[in-house]
T-cell receptor, first 112, second 115 residues
Framework: GESVGLHLPTLSVQEGDNSIINCAYSNSASDYFIWYKQESGKGPQFIIDIRSNMDKRQGQRVTVLLNKTVKHLSLQIAATQPGDSAVYFCAAANQAGTALIFGKGTTLSVSS | GAVVSQHPSWVICKSGTSVKIECRSL??????MFWYRQFPKQSLMLMAT?????????EQGVEKDKFLINHASLTLSTLTVTSAHPEDSSFYIC???????????FGSGTRLTVV
């Protein structure tokens, strides 16, 4: 079955630095990927998504890179701010509307 | 944008009692909803997939008789934790999908504490 994992459980950065959070997935049939941010006691908050027919997508201060060859996904956050401190999850789905499978999560800590 | 309302946000119940959690899509019809459970400092684990008008599909290891899911309308799915025990204490989160645009909308979660 599908499994999604992250490489590092924690990441500590200084305010203003760029952050990179990585994720690997196992199912080559995965078609859709999302990065979520979760703050304590709250539901996941959508950050950015990418479909398998793309290898890069940019949002405001965030970029997602997808390498289907090695089944690897990354989230880049530019000019990281204290408000970015949270747990970040990657999630993957085989096709539209099917269940998202979540990775283990990386806790990002931003110090000022 | 799409909104999913989940209630209650937190609940404390006594061991042996049942608790119902509601997940409602406010401005769209959700033919499919998903229920997740999240233990402290862990990821979201898929419990079941709920399709309107049919029986839910449970993930391996999830007891269907303990976690009753009802999806009787296009805007409401409920999860009932029956005969709750302290080990059922967790954060439960629902999600509704909009396949036409790859959208997934999450509820705000329910913190269940069984004492």
């Amino acid at each position: 079955g599908e499994s999604v994992g992250l490489h590092l459980p924690t990441l500590s950065v200084q305010e203003g630095d760029n952050s990179i959070i990585n994720c690997a997935y196992s199912n080559s049939a995965s078609d859709y990927f999302i990065w979520y941010k979760q703050e304590s006691g709250k539901g996941p908050q959508f950050i950015i998504d990418i479909r398998s027919n793309m290898d890069k997508r940019q949002g405001q201060r965030v970029t997602v890179l997808l390498n289907k060859t090695v089944k690897h996904l990354s989230l880049q956050i530019a000019a990281t701010q204290p408000g970015d401190s949270a747990v970040y999850f990657c999630a993957a789905a085989n096709q539209a509307g099917t269940a998202l499978i979540f990775g283990k999560g990386t806790t990002l800590s931003v110090s000022s | 944008g799409a909104v999913v309302s989940q209630h209650p946000s937190w609940v404390i119940c006594k061991s042996g009692t049942s608790v119902k959690i509601e997940c409602r899509s406010l401005d769209f019809q959700a033919t499919t909803m998903f229920w997740y459970r999240q233990f402290p400092k862990q990821s979201l684990m898929l419990m079941a997939t709920s399709n309107e008008g049919s029986k839910a599909t449970y993930e391996q290891g999830v007891e269907k008789d303990k976690f009753l899911i009802n999806h009787a309308s296009l805007t409401l799915s409920t999860l009932t934790v029956t005969s709750a025990h302290p080990e059922d204490s967790s954060f439960y989160i629902c999600s509704a999908s909009q396949p036409q645009n790859y959208g997934y909308t999450f509820g705000s979660g329910t913190r269940l504490t069984v004492v």
